[in-house]
T-cell receptor, first 113, second 111 residues
């Protein structure tokens, strides 16, 4: 397995535009997590899914953020409209089950200008 | 609400010496703790974990200690090597359902 795959690796967009980040978890993993890394706050959990169902989205900063997992092999994190303070590295991770460690993708570096 | 805290943003150690990375948490329900290592431009990779029923877990040069009464855990690297230079994240969860990370500590091991 190629591991957790995120796309794009880098995204530069203008304020107000919609941004969609994509993630393909490791096949067979039941849990999928979206994290955001910033210098000030480190890694923050935004939302996680179990068997494609969102379990906890309390980390999603605002209504501008939304995440979906239409099937077991794909998830998206959307920001609409984007703002400069959304600039960060966004990581997707998946784990086999609730007792296993998470495997991270390489991240998407988002810059909103 | 930072439930997991790494109060030292950086640490510098000489090669061959011990590196001690510290982590504190506030949620007494956490029962599973992990350390992740992150190199620049890469995602974090799992390093070592410990469940709350233990107070120590060792894997080669890496040992994690858990002090539940103090809500404190630490990662020891002995001996430290230049390749250990990275950002180390402490994470904690309840039944591994909802992993919370600290802000990270940047370790630099000098040759």
């Amino acid at each position: 397995d190629a591991g957790v795959i995120q796309s794009p690796r880098h995204e530069v967009t203008e304020m107000g535009q919609e941004v969609t980040l994509r993630c393909k978890p490791i096949s067979g993993h039941d849990y999928l997590f979206w994290y955001r890394q910033t210098m000030m706050r480190g890694l923050e959990l935004l939302i996680y899914f179990n068997n494609n169902v969102p379990i906890d989205d309390s980390g999603m900063p605002e209504d501008r953020f939304s995440a979906k997992m239409p099937n077991a092999s794909f998830s998206t994190l959307k920001i609409q409209p984007s703002e400069p303070r959304d600039s960060a590295v966004y990581f997707c991770a998946s784990s086999l089950n609730r007792y296993a460690e998470a495997f991270f993708g390489q991240g998407t570096r988002l810059t909103v200008v | 609400d930072q439930q997991v805290k790494q109060n030292s943003p950086s640490l510098s150690v000489q090669e061959g010496r011990i590196s001690i990375l510290n982590c504190d948490y506030t949620n007494s329900m956490f029962d599973y703790f992990l350390w992740y290592k992150k190199y620049p431009a890469e995602g974090p990779t799992f390093l070592i974990s410990i469940s709350s029923i233990k107070d120590k877990n060792e894997d080669g040069r890496f040992t994690v200690f858990l002090n539940k009464s103090a809500k404190h855990l630490s990662l020891h690297i002995v001996p430290s090597q230049p390749g250990d230079s990275a950002v180390y994240f402490c994470a904690a969860s309840v039944n591994n359902n909802d992993m919370r990370f600290g802000a990270g500590t940047r370790l630099t091991v000098k040759p």
